[in-house]
């Protein structure tokens, strides 16, 4: 150990970084060896990198840009729909599609004391958010006459919570061999002095790497190869936090696989030019997403001969791939987006500081800068009121108020 020591000591005070072992002397044994091993495996480089850029913020020209095409479920002709429901229906019913809910996110705006898919939104049946998920698909399983897969991912700091409350729940009803956990990266967060800091233990702050961790972590948990194994095809890839979420959906399946395109997404429409949502583009003609930072606004405002936003096709986080182009993505490392949030560290005097402002970084990957490796991408616009509920703040927009009345409105008329 004390080599490690040594060892340890000498990467910190090359990266400047001594700040890490200040409170080593208060921890267990256990605890000092994890502490060492940890310091030892950061790339402290790839942190300053990151650090270096936090503030970067891309904004695009209309050169670099242009408008996706896409297609509206809802006016589709009546032939139309038929053929890709049918071709999709035809791909459940073959066990070809499985689901993955993406469940490893801090949840830190809504403020829940754990897993944000172990809430309760406040419904007269008082049923936390992943129970409404798995209703969906059991009532698809019930329709399509199989059982969809379904794969969560969770992070290193919520994984075992989420299982336990699945075990505690009796996986609610859901057969167990058809549910999978797996775990997404992370990394240490820094705060505002670029300094990487240590939780409320001593240990390394670590947070999840974001969403766009998935498809490596896929494969490195063995995802990908359970899937192939079980003759998936399609993967429906969403967010925990849309308690609307459409998972199986055969017309999204058919149509992709009717135009021959192994990538879908879904979108809505942006409610104006300047809600802050990212919408789905061309970016030197490959598909994309584009943040509402890193519009112009002449470019938000744009529209086109209709009348309608020429950037108007949100993207809800609610994409379908296949599985030959998860493969290829989760060999591709995608590039980090620092996020500044609110943190409580240990400093160096060992005391507990709560952040109430902003006060760390945070490094995260986005699902979507993986459009960017597609050749092509179908995109289908949906209805919001059916399908687009997110829980993300705990008052307010999108908060479990205005989801619970969107999932009670749309289960009314069902
Ligand atoms: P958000 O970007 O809304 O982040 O995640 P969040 O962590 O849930 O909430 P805030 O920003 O801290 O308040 C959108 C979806 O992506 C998942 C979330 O669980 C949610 O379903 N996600 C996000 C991950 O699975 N991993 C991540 O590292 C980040």
Known sequence: ???KLEAAKAVLEKHGQEQLLANYE?????DKDKLLDDILTIDF????????KRNFKQVYSE????PISYVEKDKMSKEEREKYDEIGTKAIKAGKLAAVTMAGGQGTRLGHNGPKGTFDIGLESHKPIFELLCETLKLANEKYGVVIPWYIMTSKENNKDTVDFFEKNNYFGYPKGYIQFFKQGELPMVGEDGKVLLDEKGMIKQAADGHGGIFTSMRKDGVIYDMKARGIEWVFIGGV????????DPTLIGLAESKGILAAGKSVVKAGPHEKVGVFCKRNGRPSVIEYSEISKEMAEETD??????YGESHILCNLFNIKEIEKISEKNLPYHSAHKKATYMNEKGEIVKGTEPNAYKFEAFLFDAFESLDDMVIMRVKREEEFAPVKN????DSPETARKLYQDFWKTK
């Open 1 to 3: 150990m004390k080599e």
């Open 26 to 30: 208060k921890l267990s044994e256990n």
């Open 45 to 52: 480089n790839q942190l300053e990198k990151l650090y270096e």
């Open 63 to 66: 050169a670099e840009i242009e």
């Open 241 to 248: 936090d849309n308690v609307l979420v459409k998972m199986v």
């Open 305 to 310: 001969e209709n009348g309608q936003l020429k």
């Open 394 to 397: 705990a008052e307010g927009v």
